[in-house]
């Protein structure tokens, strides 16, 4: 028998996810279409981005409170990284806009056995 799920849920925890994911993905396409247009992003599509991906982290430590030390966790702070080094960088923005792009695609995609590498399986997906 393995041991209690330490997971936290609540009623309407995954639809907040979804909606928090769909206001998440407005915003990188908003700050991309500005980006990779040639202009700046309209500072509303920054501020849905940086407000709905730290909500998503919240939920996500929240939910689960070893998460910052799995995988998914981790690669939040690589992330973090990446989006300094995407501040400070102007000229390789464009090409760490992809990078970043394509690294959080592949964590928010890949199976959850590599992305919660040591979470009970009777957690909720």
């Not at 908003?30 to 940086?50: E, I, K, N, Q, Y």
């Not at 928010?108 to 997906?125: D, I, L, T, V, Y």
């Given at each position: 028998m393995s041991a209690p799920s330490r997971y936290r849920d609540f009623p309407g925890r995954r639809w907040l996810g979804v909606a928090l994911r769909a206001a998440h993905l407005a915003g990188v396409v908003?700050?991309?279409?500005?980006?990779?247009?040639?202009?700046?992003?309209?500072?509303?599509?920054?501020?849905?981005?940086?407000l709905s991906g730290l909500g998503m982290a919240a939920l996500d430590a929240w939910s689960n409170p070893r998460w910052l030390a799995e995988p998914a966790g981790l690669s939040l702070l690589v992330k973090f990284a990446l989006l300094g080094w995407f501040l400070a960088d102007e000229v390789r923005r464009p090409q760490l806009f992809w990078i970043i792009l394509v690294f959080s695609v592949v964590f928010?995609?890949?199976?959850?056995?590599?992305?919660?590498?040591?979470?009970?399986?009777?957690?909720?997906?």
């Open positions: 908003g700050v991309g279409a500005g980006l990779l247009g040639g202009g700046a992003a309209d500072p509303h599509f920054s501020v849905l981005l940086v928010a995609h890949a199976p959850a056995s590599f992305r919660h590498r040591g979470r009970s399986r009777r957690h909720p997906e």
